[in-house]
């Protein structure tokens, strides 16, 4: 066996053993909660239509555009407020540190402790499983914000017709919604700090909590509730934020192909 493999094993070994993750109150959670869930609130439903009257376009787009940006920075600081939180936690941002802090490692099998290999497969079934859930229509959407509508009529294939720098803010979105954003801090922060206030059944308080995070698009909250059992409990049970992040991104990889095929 190559000494490297062995001595690169046993550092991350002992680099797990030293991450301590400490377990947050009922209030600190909700905290945390709050600050990701508010700021989207306010940024959706307040300065997004303030802003509308500072862009042009046709119909929706005005709107289309205030709220591209100001959810991209909504996500954004999701991101910033994972980053500080876990620099104060942990004293380090080492990737070393920050892959066991924030569960970004491979699922693991809580009978035999053996990671990654076949329990990737997983993600088959729970990426289908949140396919069909994105399916399942809102309750209560209202037509200027259904963007679904918005992309399949002429407005909207006449707007992302050649705008390359929308749609890079389009990517830049999604990057922060599913990677760097929503799952790393419901299922890489929060997820794991949870067990001390809700026992074994912190999954299903992560996964009410992510569906009543989405105060910014409310009517998509009914059918959220399912990742409660699609992306939070797997997450939970694999001791990986990364099949959260995975399940999730599958939709987002499907939204920016389907994007680009209209601004090209």
């Not at 998509?220 to 991104?249: N, Q």
């Amino acid at each position: 066996m190559d000494p490297t493999v062995t001595e690169k094993t046993s550092v991350d070994r002992d680099t797990a053993d030293s991450v301590e993750i400490p377990q947050y109150s009922i209030l600190k959670v909700l905290a945390i909660w709050a600050a990701a869930a508010l700021p989207m609130a306010a940024l959706a439903w307040l300065v997004a239509p303030a802003l509308e009257d500072s862009f042009g376009g046709e119909e929706n787009v005005p709107l289309v555009k205030a709220l591209l940006i100001c959810l991209t920075a909504g996500l954004i600081w999701q991101f910033v407020l994972v980053v500080v939180l876990v620099r104060r936690e942990q004293g380090t941002l080492r990737w070393s540190t920050v892959r066991e802090a924030l569960w970004l490692r491979s699922p693991r099998d809580p009978k035999s402790g053996r990671r990654g290999g076949r329990l990737w497969l997983i993600l088959i079934p729970l990426i289908l499983l949140f396919a069909a859930e994105s399916m399942i229509p809102g309750v209560g959407l209202p037509e200027d914000r259904d963007l679904a509508a918005f992309i399949d009529s002429d407005v909207g294939k006449n707007f992302l017709s050649g705008a390359w720098g929308w749609f890079g803010l389009i990517v830049l979105l999604q990057i922060f919604n599913t990677v760097l954003g929503e799952e790393l801090l419901f299922r890489g922060l929060l997820l794991p700090r949870m067990n001390g206030a809700f026992g074994r059944r912190d999954w299903l308080a992560n996964g009410i909590l992510f569906a009543a995070y989405h105060l910014h698009v409310p009517w998509v909250i009914p059918a959220t509730l399912l990742d409660t059992f699609i992306i939070a409990y797997p997450s939970k049970r694999y001791r990986s934020a990364l099949i959260g992040i995975a399940v999730h991104s599958a939709q987002s990889v499907f939204f920016i192909i389907l994007i680009l095929t209209l601004v090209a």
